[in-house]
């Protein structure tokens, strides 16, 4: 198992992390490790690319029909002889 160590904690953040654990009935450390668990876990379920990442946030905005310009006839290509 690797080990992490996390600096400058607040202290209001790091007393609620250990009245949590205490309420569990195990240490902060496997507290944190189950919050984290909990929270990757859910993380997996999302998006991965930034296509759809994008697309989830802006969804919900609705969206625009933009108006498409007639075509005009195709002009004739140019002479490429020498």
Do not use: C, F, W
């Amino acid at each position: 198992m690797s080990a992490i160590t996390i600096r400058n904690v607040d202290p209001e953040l790091k007393r609620r992390l250990r009245i949590r654990a205490a309420t569990a009935g195990h240490s902060m450390e496997e507290e944190a490790r189950n919050i984290l668990r909990a929270e990757l876990a859910v993380q997996d379920d999302e998006p991965t690319d930034l296509y759809q990442q994008l697309r989830r946030h802006i969804e919900p905005l609705g969206g625009i029909d933009l108006p498409l310009p007639d075509r005009g006839p195709m002009r004739e290509p140019p002479a490429l002889t020498p």
